[in-house]
C-alpha cells in the first residue's frame, strides 16, 4: 500500500515562509511527476507547482502563476520526497495542500492533505 505523508503546514504572518513536504512510502516505484496542489474553501483544487523527474530541465517545472517567484519545488528522488517552499506568503495563499505524485505506468497517489493558513 502506498501513502503519502505531508508535513510542514501551519498558520503564519503574511509575508512569511513555510516549507511543506510529502514523503512517499510502500511500493511506489518510478515516480515521472511530484507535486503540489491547493484547494481553499468553496474553490476548486488547482496546481501550485510540479517537478517532473528531468528535475531543474527545461519543461520540468511548472508553477501557477500565482505563485511564481514566491515558491520553490524541488524533489529528492532516493528519499521518494517531494518539497514546496513558499517564501512571500499571502493571505489568499490559505488552503488545504495537497501532495501528489504519478509515475510512469500513469498511476496517481495524493497525500491526506495540510492546512496552511495565512493571517494578515
Known amino acids: 500500500q502506498v501513502q503519502l505523508v505531508e508535513s510542514g503546514g501551519g498558520l503564519v504572518q503574511a509575508g512569511g515562509s513555510l516549507r511543506l513536504s510529502c514523503a512517499a512510502s510502500?511500493?511506489?516505484?518510478?515516480?515521472?511527476?511530484m507535486g503540489w496542489y491547493r484547494q481553499a474553501p468553496g474553490k476548486q483544487r488547482e496546481l501550485v507547482a510540479a517537478?517532473?523527474?528531468?528535475?531543474?530541465?527545461?519543461?520540468?517545472?511548472n508553477y501557477a502563476d500565482s505563485v511564481k517567484g514566491r515558491f520553490t519545488i524541488s524533489r529528492d528522488n532516493t528519499k521518494k520526497t517531494v518539497y514546496l517552499q513558499m517564501n512571500s506568503l499571502k493571505p489568499e495563499d490559505t488552503a488545504v495542500y495537497y501532495c501528489?505524485?504519478?509515475?510512469?505506468?500513469?498511476?496517481?497517489?495524493w497525500g491526506q492533505g495540510t492546512q496552511v493558513t495565512v493571517s494578515s
Open positions: 501528489h505524485m504519478r509515475t510512469y505506468a500513469r498511476n496517481n497517489y
Open positions: 517537478i517532473t523527474s528531468a528535475g531543474t530541465g527545461a519543461g520540468s517545472l
Open positions: 510502500g511500493s511506489i516505484f518510478s515516480i515521472d511527476v
